[in-house]
């Protein structure tokens, strides 16, 4: 739930020192609007658009809701209210709309390969985010179907190589049980034992790391064979796209996270139609 | 020029509540660290994320200047200071680089292929930039060699088809021209007709929207033939990717505006590895 | 378009623990209020006072829209609300009408001097602004009838002396030109012959800073000679009063900027009369 | 003391994306500048620039403190860092020195004044400050030998005529007791009988609003009469200015309180000059 | 009056990525709640709880008003509307209640305790509140009978030891009566002397500092026999409470402050019952 | 990790227009000072304090860690620096270490009473903070020993009895689940067979919420007999106090967690000395 605060700096950025063009040329007169997508696509960042029109007194009529899947040229939103309100926030809400509707749809084409094979299998994002627009990327995540996987550093404890550089496997597990009991507790492995020593230490996640799906599928093996498997959530990250994903989410694993779904995310294009009233 | 402010509510995204588990399990020590890519670009992002590690007292060796062409496996920066603090920093800081770099790279891209046909072309961005980043969306474009075009709302007279819906062209650019003589007024035309009544009216920029290359050839072609095209900046926006750049660039126009710049980007891989010290 | 934030902290500079003296002795009621001028002037201010009574749920009648020329004891706007509300936001709503009335009043008999020799010169401000006010000493300068010339260092190159003791006139051109092609480039020039080397390098507008008349006069007519007249756009800048301005106005130039117009403003009076309500 | 954060607002205000000409045109080289007064003047905002220009790396070397005394053409402080920074604060800084000396020196002028005829009595300034400015506008009639007055709503209980329009003097001042004994009261008053009513309530200060010399005179014995004069504070306010001042300073008062001061500025011009390093 | 960003604020403290479980769990629906207390109380934070729960369009009924005394089990407001918005500020709302009602509470049981001696004696707060939570702490304070004391370092003079330690008393005032003559000038003294000096040099306020009954006796009885005692306010300050503030206060004292108000807080244990809506 | 951003807003809670006091009789010299305890304590909040020194230019010597036990008298830290900015700081940097070190206190009490009965059962805080300061808060509860619990409502899922008057138990433990495998799920329970059913259901903590000991006793032994014990952590909350916190402790539960630790604390005293320099 991002503020109100937070949706009008976005439209500072676009406007320190107000419209220029729109303040000069337009009229004090009311007009009618509608946003549409250029093609087909999972919307996500209606509700902030609408906020942030709603917030300059503009009428907002929703017609779907986030998350919904559109075809090429339907109508996401129409609006009614003051030419200049509209056109201040005009960007500021299709820049939104374009790119969490990119992440919704992207999440979605995975999630659907995945569950082809492995229907209990989650697609997740990382934290390789855009700077400054973490909340609304994983919320498109979620919208897209995603899991949002941590948020940030505060929520979670997830145990990597650079830490493990400096402190080992144990007493990393060791000292992040002391801290709460309220964490779960992730590990990041790359090689068979180190699975098995994560999963013996009371670690409830282990992310297989760069690994190929022969070294997962042994891994996962070496898990069973321990009686291990059943006491922590196995994810695989690194490097997985639209090729490998499938050969993975066929394995026994529980979370696939992927990067791209927000650090390269291809904008939805939508656009927003000025309809003059009549006269 | 970011404020330290703007880069510090980047790590508070990332850490509302501290880092929990650098805190928990990573002692007081101090490390080196390398910052290296993953793949060829053009590299832009270190001075923020230079500005960033120093704020926590950790220091830096730049090794190359923002706007560096890069190989794989090249080192772009090395660190030496306390573990926690690198720990806390690394991944807002990989995600600036990353997605800044992605920009520069692929705005290096569009204008060599521009350059190779017409010398005096620029490429440029929009404002469809994500939320929250444009500052920094903007400099990458500009490290790659591209054209920054307007920042925002405030600084500049970008008078377009949803204005001309209410008012008229000539009515437009005269208000424009009331407000201040400092500011340049570019129309956004969709016709021959328009582009020769907006260099009449005095507009210093004109700019073709979704216009085949033959339409804009036409709209040339009059402008020359009523003597305006010097007193013009003619630019060419809408839809222009890699497969149809080049047939417009041999065009005789100005510059070439690409909202996928920004609105599509593609992070440079890159990425932090801890070196403990020696005990 | 200033946010309500800004107007805000307007409130919390003048109450920041509360307003102790009407919280502690005003009863719970609602009262009328009207604020009237004390002096003939050019009104602006009004919208921004409008928002923050609004924002304390202090009904507003606004009588006349800002730039409207009012005599001495002429009614701005009446209020309706809760006392403690209206009181709270006085001497903000006061402040801000008169400092900004001062401006519009100022520049509308700058404008007006001018305007009888020249109509189609422009009087502009600068950036010699109170800090911390500038977008709004800029939106008194426009409801005056000025010209706001750049709002900021970001929206607009001007190349002033100081830049020119660091890099040659010729060289800052090429490379202002460089960055965009979507600024005005304007350059500050003291003589004749710089100011025909900056209409030949490519420069938009010429500034010409601290020469009398006569030099003006000679610059004017050797751009003229060269055929560069047409090219540029000529401001005049630099300690012009109101006994000067006439003369450099009959001179063919395009825009005069005068710093004082902001950076010494004397507020008009304006008051704020509570009328309670009969019982 | 105003915070460093208050003034990054300032340069904010002033490059909301940066300083585009120099960041363009400027080459990463040092330089030494000066700033130096155009007219005698009281100087004040030294502190303020300096703060500035170190924050952004630039040394400064302060050659007199706030609030001396200098004649046109001194020197105010010298400047050696980065050209592109000292350029960034530039205007800023002349802002807050010019403002700031205005201030302190029509203080400083008003003092003189007064003190001729009575050596007691202090000239105080109101709250009508330009909005955003208020710390800085006390700061600079603080420098100028005058009485800052109460700062803002929250430090201080002032009982003027649109309170008495709600409720009585003597329970106004009732309830002002009964809030804390820490605050001082003052009262505004229109005539004698007033005057009188407020010193027998109890308030610590009573302001004579609007009220001629000789009515003043008239308050003033019946204050003395009553044995009352010396429990409170005499504070004159209302319209006064260079013609009417020592008139009214010449009676027993305490305080002069004039709204000029800071809602009528004159700034002192200062300028900076670059200094290029010697090669 | 606390602004409703200080208040946003808080909730973004307690949900900086949104209410993880509300979000997840909880459909579009509304619902009921009544808000009430565990135990007899002076209730305050009522009316900041409201703004909280309007602001995200939650109805509120307010039943009390803040300062009521109410008994265990009482309704102190009633909501209704959508469950997730409740859920989202349930628990900051209850804790300013919770705090601020503790306050309130014993800020009235320590007033009843003087008042059976000494009805015009106040018991005051200080400065040793919740650091961010000040302006609160003093309003609860307030709702209680209480004497906010001077609310932060800008509201007036209090000269205490650790100013003595570097400059002398007498030096002290003469300054603080130079800087404005509109606040209240308060000395810290420790012997009776020292009580005299500060009577003798003009000080408004004296606060005996950690002296007993006795020592407190002996100097009123100094400034009697001076016959300074009406001059002066006598504030007693010092680890006092429940078992020795009936002794102070059947001294001649006016005011004794008590730190443990607003640094010792027990909160009143409220809570908030959600009553879902019949289907 | 709060920001100095975070700790200067707590200064200027303190002094929004400045140190009226000190800036006016303290002239411009240094001092040393030292800060030290009035009674025996966990000692928390001097990192935070430093941070503020030291950005005001004071040196600091920090002669003990946060989190050390000290006795009465016993010196925390020694500063040198301007006397005005020690001055500014003092009740801010007391009110903090205050504050902190009487959460850590408290918190270190509870969990040597626990210890000695159950020694791997941990005490914990709870969301019951002072608003806005609840990262200290928690800090300080880690400090003293005791486990933080989430942070917030965006850190952990916790599904209560408000939550179970609007969906079912079943429901939200699924829904909770869809969310994302990254999160622990609690969930409050009042009777044995919610414990049954929330633990059959996959929760990973059951808070046992205002039951007897004999009742959590008889929900231990019924998940013990289902083999559900080992799969859940149990936490036991509700109005436990010094009184009867052994008596839970005894029983076989992981996490007692206690409001009172943050919302009813009592501050250590702690002062500040001021130690002018010898001349």
């Not at 000292?175 to 013996?200: F, H, M, P």
């Amino acid at each position: 739930m991002v503020s109100i605060d937070y949706l009008l700096n976005l439209i500072r950025e676009d406007a320190p020192f107000g419209d220029v063009t729109s303040e000069t040329i337009i009229p004090d007169i009311g007009c009618n609007a509608r946003i549409s997508a250029e093609q087909p696509a999972v919307i996500a960042g209606l509700s902030e658009a609408s906020a942030l029109f709603r917030y300059f007194e503009v009428g907002v009529d929703e017609l779907i809701p986030d998350g919904s899947l559109v075809r090429r040229g339907d109508t996401l939103m129409t609006l009614h209210g003051p030419a200049k309100k509209i056109l201040l926030v005009e960007r500021t809400a299709l820049n939104i709309i374009g790119r969490m509707s990119g992440i919704a749809t992207t999440t979605r084409e995975f999630a659907e390969l995945v569950h082809r094979v492995n229907s209990s299998c989650r697609v997740a994002a990382t934290r390789k985010t855009c700077p400054g627009f973490r909340e609304l990327d994983k919320k498109a995540v979620s919208l897209g179907g995603g899991d949002t996987h941590r948020s940030n550093l505060s929520d979670g404890i997830l145990i990597k190589d650079n830490h493990l550089a400096i402190v080992s496997l144990d007493e990393a597990i060791a000292l992040a049980q002391s801290r709460s009991r309220c964490y779960k507790i992730e590990v990041e492995v790359e090689t068979r034992e180190d699975a098995v020593r994560a999963a013996q230490s009371g670690s409830d996640i282990i992310m297989f790391d760069n690994m190929t799906p022969r070294q997962v599928q042994d891994s996962l093996d070496a898990l069973t064979q321990k009686g291990l498997r059943d006491n922590v959530i196995v994810e695989i990250s690194g490097g997985i796209d639209v090729s490998t994903i499938v050969e993975y989410a066929a394995l026994d694993v529980d979370v696939i996270s992927i990067g791209a779904l927000t650090h390269s995310v291809k904008n939805i294009p939508v656009h927003l139609e000025i309809m003059p009233l009549k006269k």
